[in-house]
């Protein structure tokens, strides 16, 4: 399996959603750590710190430099704002572009649950933006904050190679037996978010929370799953021996 980490993570910030100030440190860390990737940041916003805009050579090189040498990137701009707007197509069709500069991208879009309000509208976005992005050789994984049903029945619909990011953590909020959406989803899923939580819904150090992550990991591993999977886990108290223990724990149950 390649086990990589989302970027921010390994720098220590009470912020958990944090592009990190010295993000060529981070690729560092991720090597000496162990993790197979970083997950790439996109804030939601065009950052012009962020090297993925304006510094794509001293980027790529550092993705080479790791064992997965895939590029995958989050986008967190849908959070915030609607995909009825033009603008956001727009934005999405911006990152798709850019990311086709990249080698072997595979780019993670949320999708809001009040969307499938206008279920026709989504559709019609959704196949539009899998057909830009397949022309561009870009992957899509579409991360879905709604239960498994209503993503099958969406994937249905939309067709055009519709993949899913499973993310432990947000599914677990919705549905709490994530064996068993795993199981329902495995045919769309291309990807993995890794985070566990407490009573309190909280994202806390994986292994601390609610999630029976060795029933998961044993159901991954029955299903013989090879795409991406990527920490996007608390820091605790210093980011890189939290990141250190993450990936101890994982190695023990998987």
């Given at each position: 399996m390649?086990?990589?980490?989302y970027q921010g993570r390994l720098s220590n910030s009470?912020?958990?959603?944090?592009?990190?100030?010295?993000?060529?440190?981070?690729?560092?860390?991720?090597?000496?750590?162990?993790?197979?990737?970083?997950e790439l940041f996109l804030?939601?916003?065009?950052?012009?710190?962020?090297?993925?805009?304006?510094k794509k050579r001293l980027l790529i090189k550092e993705i080479k430099k790791m064992k997965n040498k895939k590029t995958l990137i989050c986008d967190n701009y849908l959070i915030f704002n609607s995909l009825t707007k033009s603008k956001s197509i727009n934005y999405i069709f911006k990152v798709i572009y850019e990311a086709s500069k990249f080698p072997r991208s595979k780019l993670i879009i949320p999708l809001n649950k009040n969307l499938l309000k206008r279920e026709e509208f989504l559709i019609n976005k959704l196949i539009l933006i899998l057909s830009f992005a397949k022309k561009n050789n870009v992957e899509i994984s579409f991360e879905c904050d709604f239960d498994s049903e209503k993503i099958i029945a969406l994937s249905k619909k939309v067709?055009?190679?519709f993949k899913i990011t499973f993310d432990t953590g947000n599914i677990?909020?919705?549905?709490?037996?994530?064996?068993?959406?795993?199981?329902?989803l495995n045919s769309i899923i291309n990807h993995i978010h890794l985070k566990d939580r407490n009573k309190l819904r909280k994202n806390?150090?994986?292994?601390?929370?609610?999630?029976?992550?060795?029933?998961?990991?044993k159901?991954?591993?029955d299903l013989n799953y090879k795409s991406d999977i990527t920490l996007e886990?608390?820091?605790?108290?210093?980011?890189?021996?939290t990141a250190f223990a993450n990936l101890n724990f994982l190695k023990k149950i998987s």
């Open positions: 390649n086990i990589g980490i009470k912020i958990l959603q944090k592009f990190p100030a010295n993000w060529r440190g981070e690729f560092l860390n991720a090597r000496q750590l162990g993790y197979h990737h970083i804030e939601g916003k065009i950052n012009l710190k962020n090297p993925f805009w304006l067709k055009s190679g677990f909020l919705i549905e709490k037996n994530i064996v068993k959406s795993f199981k329902k806390v150090i994986l292994g601390t929370g609610l999630i029976n992550f060795k029933s998961f990991f159901l991954i591993n886990t608390n820091r605790g108290d210093d980011a890189l021996l």
